[in-house]
């Protein structure tokens, strides 16, 4: 098959980069006006008061700010990957994948999250748990939490949002690594080359390592694991189904 030029971005890939970029500069803008935009865009737990279901849609457009290097690496890999992914399945076929992965990531990480909350319960009286879903935004509003661990965690997943393009991003790693596995890429550190399927591997295991230990725990790892998974049953469908699939 045929690459497309490094600077020749296909449709889809380019208005993703616009979007991601306009919605960040839009969040910036607004946050300079006394405006918050992560409690009404950003996907919040289902059992919160701020939850409402386009945050399942919109979370996936939102980035952490101030600083630039979420959007920048997401958009970068969306770039580097998603073009070539895109060349090949054609803009429809693409869209839909990367819309459908972002969506799986939240699920899978909103499962994890539940059955976090679940155990959480068990471990608090109703009273506390009561207390923290009544004073426990205006105090996360503040950039304060409980001092009790237990009340902080709940407090945490009540009302931390999850934004990023990451679980559509790790979609689409995983996408390029079942089309493209023996190509090989380039490592930063170390500088050695690898081949896609031993890279998507290993950055999926240590995703898998990250979430279960709670190391990195403001990461929302089982995130990128939902949008590798749900890659991955995606492809399998369209193999199966498609004569024209590569």
């Avoid at 770039?79 to 990367?98: H, N």
């Avoid at 004073?135 to 996360?140: D, E, H």
């Avoid at 990195?216 to 890659?231: C, D, E, N, P, T």
């Amino acid at each position: 098959m045929n690459y497309r030029p490094a600077l020749n971005i296909p449709p889809v890939v380019k208005n993703l980069i616009l979007v991601n970029v306009l919605f960040f500069v839009i969040t910036l803008v607004m946050k300079q006006m006394g405006t918050n935009l992560y409690p009404i865009l950003g996907l919040h737990f289902p059992l919160s008061e701020k939850f409402r279901l386009h945050q399942f849609f919109t979370y996936m457009f939102m980035h952490s700010t101030p600083g630039f290097g979420h959007i920048f690496f997401n958009m970068f890999a969306l770039y580097m990957f998603g073009r070539v992914l895109e060349s090949v399945w054609g803009p429809k076929r693409f869209l839909i994948f990367y819309l459908v992965t972002g969506i799986g990531a939240a699920v899978l990480q909103t499962g994890v999250t539940f059955i976090e909350y679940k155990v959480l319960l068990t471990k608090m009286d109703p009273q506390q748990i009561a207390y923290v879903k009544e004073v426990g935004y205006g105090i996360w509003q503040q950039g304060k939490n409980f001092s009790d661990p237990l009340a902080g965690n709940l407090n945490a997943i009540l009302n931390t949002p999850t934004v990023g393009a990451s679980g559509a991003v790790f979609g689409i790693l995983l996408g390029f690594g079942m089309l493209f596995p023996n190509t090989e890429l380039m490592l930063l550190f170390p500088p050695i080359p690898i081949k896609a399927k031993y890279f998507v591997t290993g950055y999926g295991l240590l995703e898998l390592f990250f979430g279960i230990s709670g190391i990195q725990g403001s990461v929302a790892h089982f995130a990128h694991l939902g949008g590798m998974l749900f890659g991955y049953f995606m492809i399998r469908y369209w193999r199966k189904h498609s004569n024209r699939f590569y």
